[in-house]
Nanobody, 124 residues
């Protein structure tokens, strides 16, 4: 079993920065990839970024390229999302997720484990 806990969300002004963390416990040795998704009110959950756990390849949604950076510490079993130049449209609940098998990393259904989410609010 795997347990994921996000932290680091909050309220920030447009142009500001936040760093989200996701602490993983359990059978993390089986992780193929971890990712971040977000869901704004009235909208479908969307892909933000993903990283292959062992090799470190990263993938980003076009909307966050150049502004967000995903990283991981595989000793601490922690996933991070550094968010810079935040925009009001980044406001959403952010979820971290873990996949245990190869798949399409931008597709939420290929992730088997999810955190509870952390709220990010960007004011204009």
């Amino acid at each position: 079993q795997v347990h994921l806990v996000e932290s680091g969300g909050g309220l920030v002004q447009a142009g500001g920065s936040l760093r989200l963390s996701c602490a993983a416990s359990g059978r993390t040795f089986s992780f193929y990839a971890m990712g971040w998704f977000r869901q704004a009110p009235g909208k479908e959950r969307e892909f933000v970024a993903a990283i292959k756990w062992r090799i470190g390849n990263t993938y980003y949604a076009d909307s966050v390229k150049g502004r967000f950076t995903i990283s991981r510490d595989n000793v601490k079993n922690t996933l991070y999302l550094q968010m810079n130049s935040l925009k009001p449209e980044d406001t959403a609940v952010y979820y971290c997720a873990a996949a245990t098998a190869p798949g399409i990393l931008s597709r939420q259904y290929d992730y088997g484990y999810w955190g509870q989410g952390t709220q990010v609010t960007v004011s204009s």
